[in-house]
């Protein structure tokens, strides 16, 4: 009874929170602080690190007013066109999109501060509704990726023998395929066909199913490195006295096991997350992933791209937004690992 | 070694049998995706469609269809369903352009990520190493398409110091070749370049801590000393397993990216553009391509690594 409550208090909660009794007094840092606690406390001297994670959230939640943006300030919609008409910069009216169709530059004005695109859109609502769309689709992504990841991660470690023969084998038919090209094959008959797997049904256009292929083609990547240190940790001791006290497979596997391969979670969850939303780009980019009239950052850049040479500010405005993005992520990302890292020489 | 040699190549059969069977499904699983309708294009008459049916054996059982199309990618018979082009014979036209980018892509980009991930080990958190770093997460953050947008629209078009894409062959033109070249090259590094020098910056970092590597200097070796000998010759080894299966996926038409905002007519964009017609002998024949390389090249990977390492055969 004694030995059960002492695994409990150590590795049976999947939680940052450190058990009472191993939990530091006021001010000093005692010796017995906790592994998350000192990653935060490493984590909060990382100014950089901060900043960029400020950055990430900074879009997030520009993305999140979009509608404040378009109804209060520029008083349209994403989607609404106005090829003929004309707008007022520094005194004197211009065309939204000139005779020749080369839509406006940036205004820096309420109206059409970013310009418009060659429909006569304003690109800074469309940019903040694009970047709903992308972030959307990134979160949904990376959340499955990491579900799916995890669970096939530990099942394989834990089990070994057959089930870590076709789980891994699996992992290695969708880590064959070249990502993009597996995204787009399957962009391009799901845009078609959309998603029926039993209770499951997603329309064609919907945004689940870039978000779903997305989060599908990067399992592997997340999947193999969890595999391969939870065979490293199932012969330790603390999984045999789970083992003996008669713990079921699916206890010592969430209840012991998850909680120690809880960091390495962590920190794939900013990479897979930044790599979600590139890969998402990328196809909307080919024309695979989020389906017109939706905006997001990767359709705008295609859109742009198609414009070029004569309206740059097209390709540049969604793109810049994108790159900020992904490296506040990354950035943010880089310093979780940094602070988690046991073997780091930072002083806490 | 022996048994595990063959372990590895029966889970490799195993595996290319696995995606050519979903590369096959994927495209199967389309409604209204009749291939005949496609072959016989707008004008055709049922009799004709019911004929190409029966000349392609659209109407068999779906496994007679799949292991014929296996018997024709192997025969190099297979023919694209809306094109009509001989699949081998335009894979070989796209090959050299797809070749040229990754040769010359590869070589960029394991040059500098060796180079910027050393520097930035030796330099560990010091200001070149910070500028780096952020050089180099800037560099992974970088979609492709909008790099080689920006590079084709400034460099391009409006100082006109390279050409605005296409591909010249090497044995038409080699200066040329190099010109329309260099932007893709370096455009495609940039992103493994960030990639390759954070991984063989933290494992440098990591192997310093060694054993063996205090050994060396306890014996009296000099930092260089201990550097190219002990440190690099056991990190390189991840980074070159990482440089060899990116390597095969950009051969197999990886760079996708790449070749089609630089219009490069490589495997990449043939696979692209058959996807948008829904034409699935091309991006069955890419697809099994890339997978035998990268399954391969991994599978090589495994046993160097088996061969270097006891514990890994015994696992």
């Known amino acids: 009874m004694s030995i059960d409550a002492g695994t409990k208090s150590i590795g049976s909660e999947f939680s940052g929170e450190i058990p009472p009794e191993l939990r530091g007094g006021e001010g000093d840092v005692p010796p017995g602080i906790g592994p998350y606690e000192l990653a935060w406390r490493r984590l909060r001297r990382n100014r950089v690190a901060l900043a960029f994670g400020g950055l990430f959230l900074l879009m997030v939640v ?55 695109d060659a429909n006569g859109r304003d690109v800074a609502v ?95 990547y997340v999947a193999k490195p969890i595999r391969a240190q939870v065979l490293q940790m199932r012969d330790r001791e603390f999984v045999d006295v789970a083992r003996q006290q008669g713990l079921s497979h699916a206890r010592i596997m969430f209840g012991e096991i998850l909680p120690n391969v809880a960091s390495t979670i962590i920190v ?45 500010h097209l390709t540049l405005v969604p793109g810049i937004m994108l790159v900020l993005t992904v490296l506040g992520i990354n950035v943010f990302g880089d310093g979780v690992r940094d602070a988690l890292d046991p073997k780091a020489k930072v002083r806490v | 070694m022996g048994r595990f040699i063959i372990r590895r190549l029966i889970g490799m059969v195993g595996v290319l049998f696995a995606i050519s069977v979903l590369t096959f499904l994927i ?70 352009a797809t070749l040229s980018l990754a040769i010359g892509a590869g070589i960029i980009w ?3 990520g060796i180079v910027f991930g050393v520097v930035t080990a030796i330099t560990a958190g010091k200001t070149l190493d910070r500028l780096l770093t952020v050089l180099a997460l800037i560099g992974v953050s970088c979609p492709v398409f909008f790099l080689g947008a920006l590079v084709l629209y400034y460099f391009g078009f409006e100082w006109g ?33 960030g990639i390759y020098s954070r991984v063989l910056r933290s494992t440098i970092l990591d192997t310093q801590g060694e054993d063996f590597v205090r050994t060396a200097r306890a014996k009296g070796l000099s930092e260089r000393q ?53 034409d699935i002998p091309p991006v069955l024949v890419i697809v099994m391509i890339t997978a035998f390389a990268v399954v391969i090249i991994s599978a090589l990977i495994d046993v160097l690594y088996a061969l270097l390492d006891p514990r890994i055969r015994l696992a």
């Open chain 1, 268 to 312: 794939f969850i900013p990479l897979i997350l930044a790599n979600a939303i590139l890969l998402e780009a990328a196809l909307s980019f080919l024309g695979a992933g989020v389906q017109p009239p939706n905006p997001s950052w990767g359709t705008m850049i295609s859109d742009g791209v198609a414009e070029i040479p004569a309206a740059i």
């Open chain 1, 62 to 116: 520009l993305c999140l007013l979009a509608p404040v943006y378009a109804h209060d300030i520029a008083h349209t919609t994403p989607a609404a066109e106005n090829i003929t008409g004309t707008v007022k910069v520094g005194g004197k009216n211009e065309y939204i999109v000139s005779l020749i169709g080369i839509p406006i530059g940036p205004t820096w004005h309420s109206h059409y501060f970013l310009g418009a």
């Open chain 2, 226 to 278: 201990i550097l190219m000998r002990h440190v690099l010759r056991n990190s390189l080894l991840p980074v070159l397993a990482l440089w060899g299966l990116d390597f095969a996926q950009v051969i197999g038409g990886g760079a996708i990216l790449t070749e089609t905002v630089f219009n490069l007519h490589g495997v990449g964009q043939l696979a692209a553009s058959s996807i948008e017609r829904l």
């Open chain 2, 27 to 96: 495209f199967e699983a389309i409604p209204n995706g009749d291939p005949a309708l496609r072959i016989g294009g707008r004008l055709a008459t049922q009799a004709e469609i019911a004929q190409i049916r029966q000349e392609y054996g659209f109407n068999k059982p779906i496994y007679v269809q799949y292991v014929r199309t296996m018997e024709k990618i192997f025969d190099g018979t297979v023919t694209s369903y809306t094109q009509g082009f001989n699949v081998d014979q335009e894979i070989r036209r796209a090959l050299p």
């Open chain 2, 110 to 112: 394991l040059f500098f």
């Open chain 1, 126 to 220: 469309r940019l903040l509704y694009g970047g709903r769309n992308s972030l959307q689709i990134g979160f949904v992504a990376t959340f499955i990726t990491m579900i799916m990841a995890t669970i096939l991660g530990i099942a394989a470690g834990y089990f070994r023998g057959l089930t870590d023969g076709v789980i891994s084998r699996g992992l290695d038919v969708i880590w064959a395929f070249p990502a993009v090209l597996l995204g787009v094959a399957l962009g391009v008959t799901l845009a078609v066909s959309g998603i029926d797997i039993g209770p499951i049904k997603i329309s064609g256009n919907s945004l689940f199913v870039p978000a779903f292929i997305v989060g599908f083609v990067t399992i592997p």
């Open chain 2, 161 to 193: 110091i390279i050409p605005l894409g296409g591909y010249v062959p090497i044995t038409q033109n080699p200066a040329e070749w190099f010109t329309h070249l260099i932007a893709p090259w370096l455009v495609l590094s940039v992103l493994f370049i």
